[in-house]
């Protein structure tokens, strides 16, 4: 008997999360794929494309209801891109839907060249991304995908934090006109917003107000700054907390204000510290002449850790515990 | 019922169809020579069937090219670039003078087509790139009962990317009879002959096995060319047809000859090449 998977947050954890008034939703991925559904019900014109992949992203019930609005390509992801390209360059709204890891990675041509510079409304949904498949390594983890296609003209990345922000990205993606990108992973998600929370491509969203630290996180990661706000709140610290759910576009003004107004920043990805969210909040900040402690919490330049991904993002600091820490430690 | 759609197609006769090859193969070789790059021998080899899908298949023109019913013909062997734009040009996509930037800076010609240029329906040039976005394109036309038809010019050679034998597969699940995928069989590519790079032969089993109703033609016989692309070759099947062509075909220093892939003729090279296709167009027109 394999032991169960350790939860994401701690006793000490959820205790704070219920302090701060938050009420666990699902998963983003079943948030995506009911939102994906529901549109495509109303719009016969959305198309899926799957790579074996419509039980890992949800889609079987879309598959069952909309059958002629899914394409199965099998286990062949550059033809999932390149079929993805062509349908969208006769007028199909077709989302191409595979595990992160291997959409990104083993299609990056497909994605660069027939979406991106052939520059058609594609959209490329990576489905447990990160490190949300845990204990099956390296293979399956996706710690590049943001730095990869920060390095491609023409594709709006998303990363969203809660089943708000991924509803919102799910809906921006059916009207864009240029090719998008959005990452998720596949654990229940604590929501994180009012039901009046705006959501729009490139601006970030303040979660909380603080001056001392400002933390910037994006899509999963950011439940863990806010629960590190909250932690340093109870020794008196006063911390910003941000979900940069738009990696591409970034929001440039509100990384200035916070670099500006704090006296630290702490950046927060599910990603490798290598070109993600982290350097270019970093080169946002130094182009601009401003100057603070700063510190990038994400997956070191290393062979991952194995284990679940709860084991992997305590490992790295990437928790309430670990994320407080790392901000005294820039405050000294 | 395919639709009828009057996309200028020209009424050429086959001898009127080999004399426009013979100003094409020039503006071909004169559009390297001006840019000093580029790729010859495999433009030469395919240039009598974008002659023939240009002039005789495809419903499509300057005036039609933004209609959802037109042709659809993507170029995955993107390197033949300079026969597909003498192509375009003499069709009146745009100004023949356009030639002449091809690869200049700021130019929108660049050495690999792109959507920039008026005719050309996705950017290529990475190999083993176009079947894939066919399959999308006959799939969207299956859905929407729309009649066009898709094609895309394959090289040979670019068969050693596997990307093609995925969609290989997906276009005869899904039935695609639609689609048709040309090879240019001139059997040499950049480093030598493609048995000796890396063999594919027999091709025309291969993609008979993967499902497809495969056609073997003479790839510079424009009646042979016309009666293989002007239907799906069977119902329920994408069709492949592998086109036997000469890599530099019409020019004798260059045909079968491997390092004329992305050869730029010297200025006697270029003098004897059009020299030698003038005279071609001096027979053709004789024998008239």
């Known amino acids: 008997m394999s032991a169960p998977a350790p939860s994401m947050f701690t006793p000490a954890a959820k205790a704070m999360a219920e302090k701060l008034g938050l009420k666990m939703g699902r998963a983003n991925l079943e948030e995506f794929a009911a939102t994906l559904e529901e549109l495509a019900k109303a719009n016969p014109n959305i198309i899926a494309v799957t790579s074996d992949s419509r039980g890992s992203g949800k889609l079987a019930t879309f598959a069952k209801n909309l059958p002629k609005q899914l394409v199965e390509v099998g286990i062949a992801e550059q033809n999932l891109v390149g079929i993805t390209a062509g349908l969208a360059a006769c007028g199909k709204k077709s989302f191409g839907v595979s595990p992160g890891c291997f959409l990104t990675a083993r299609s990056l041509e497909q994605i660069k060249n027939d979406i991106c510079y052939s520059d058609v409304p594609a959209v490329l949904i990576g489905i447990s991304s990160g490190t949300s498949y845990g204990a099956l390594g390296t293979t399956h983890h996706s710690l590049h995908d943001l730095a990869v296609l920060r390095a491609i003209n023409n594709i709006t990345i998303l990363v969203p934090a809660d089943n708000f922000e991924t509803r919102e990205a799910i809906r921006f993606t059916v009207k864009a006109t240029k090719p998008v990108f959005v990452r998720f992973g596949k654990a229940a998600m604590f929501n994180l917003h009012q039901p009046e929370t705006k959501f729009a491509v490139g601006q970030a969203i303040q979660l909380r107000d603080g001056n001392d630290v400002a933390f910037i996180a994006t899509g999963e990661t950011v439940i863990h700054a806010l629960l590190a706000a909250g932690k340093l709140a109870e020794r008196g610290l006063s911390c910003r907390v941000i979900s940069m759910h738009s990696i591409k576009p970034l929001d440039v003004e509100i990384i200035l204000k916070a670099g500006r107004e704090c006296r630290a920043v702490v950046t927060v990805e599910e990603h490798m510290v290598n070109g993600g969210l982290g350097e270019a909040c970093a080169a946002v900040l130094l182009q601009n002449g401003v100057s603070k402690p700063f510190r990038i919490v994400g997956i070191p330049d290393e062979e991952t850790v194995s284990g679940a991904q709860a084991n992997i993002f305590r490992h790295y600091g990437i928790s309430m515990a670990g994320l407080s820490e790392t901000a005294l430690k820039l405050l000294k | ?288």
Not at chain 2, 231 to 254: R, Y
């Open chain 2, 1 to 288: 019922m395919r639709r009828k759609l009057d996309m200028g197609k020209t009424l050429l006769s086959d001898r009127d169809l080999a004399l426009k090859a013979t100003h094409l193969r020039k503006k071909t070789l004169e559009a390297v020579y001006d840019a000093g790059a580029g790729h010859t021998g495999g433009g030469l080899s395919c240039l009598d069937i974008l002659n023939v899908l240009y002039n005789r298949i495809l419903n499509v023109s300057p005036e039609t090219f933004s209609s959802p019913a037109r042709d659809r013909y993507v170029q995955s062997k993107g390197h033949s670039v300079e026969a597909l734009y003498a192509v375009l040009a003499d069709r009146g996509f745009f100004p023949e003078a356009d030639l002449k930037t091809i690869c200049h800076y700021q130019s929108h010609y660049v050495g690999h087509p792109t959507r920039h240029i008026p005719g050309i329906e996705m950017n290529t040039g990475a190999l083993g790139h176009g079947l894939p976005i066919c399959i999308g394109m006959a799939l969207a036309a299956k859905m929407d009962s729309a009649s066009y038809r898709v094609f895309t010019l394959l090289g040979d050679g670019e068969l050693a990317e596997g990307s093609n034998w995925e969609a290989g597969l997906a276009a005869a699940h899904y039935k695609l009879d639609n689609l048709t995928a040309i090879i240019d069989h001139n059997t040499l590519q950049i480093s030598g002959h493609t048995r000796d790079v890396m063999n594919n032969e027999p091709l025309d089993e291969k993609w008979r096995a993967f499902g497809w109703a495969v056609k073997v033609v003479n790839g510079h016989d424009y009646a042979a060319l016309t009666e293989a692309l002007s239907k799906p070759a069977e119902i329920g099947k994408p069709t492949c047809i592998i086109a036997n062509t000469i890599k530099g075909k019409g020019v004798s220093f260059m045909e079968n000859v491997a390092k004329w892939h992305h050869g730029v003729p010297s200025d006697a090279e270029l003098k004897q090449a059009l020299g030698e296709l003038d005279a071609a167009a001096a027979k053709l027109k004789e024998a008239a």
